[in-house]
């Protein structure tokens, strides 16, 4: 059974971090490209950061470069989002996605609250 399982959002003020972890059940997660995305209430959801099978190739939303660091470890199958210097519009349902040709799985979120 596949599962994705995100963990580590909650309440944090502006120009706070977080570090949110998905772990990875049910498929070879070696072979899938991991990536995070997020949805604001009324808003539609988008890709804030993804990361190749092997770390060879990573790529950020324009609005979190420079705050927010993917990575993941393959001996643990678990993909990680550190969050820096976050602000009250990263506010969000934070999601992880599996993908790799004609496949995706994705994870059931977590709540990122930024407020003081």
């Known amino acids: 059974q596949v599962q994705l399982v995100e963990s580590g959002g909650g309440l944090v003020q502006p120009g706070g971090s977080l570090r949110l972890s998905c772990a990875a059940s049910?498929?070879?997660?070696?072979?899938?490209?991991m990536s995070w995305y997020r949805q604001a209430p009324g808003k539609e959801r988008e890709l804030v950061a993804s990361i190749t099978s092997n770390s060879g190739s990573i790529a950020y939303a324009d609005s979190v470069k420079g705050r927010f660091t993917v990575s993941r470890d393959n001996v643990k199958n678990t993909v990680y989002l550190q969050m820096n210097s976050l602000k009250p519009e990263d506010t969000a349902v934070y999601y992880c996605k599996a993908v790799r040709t004609l496949r995706a799985y994705w994870g059931q979120g977590t709540q990122v609250t930024v407020s003081s």
């Open positions: 049910g498929f070879t997660f070696t072979s899938y490209t």
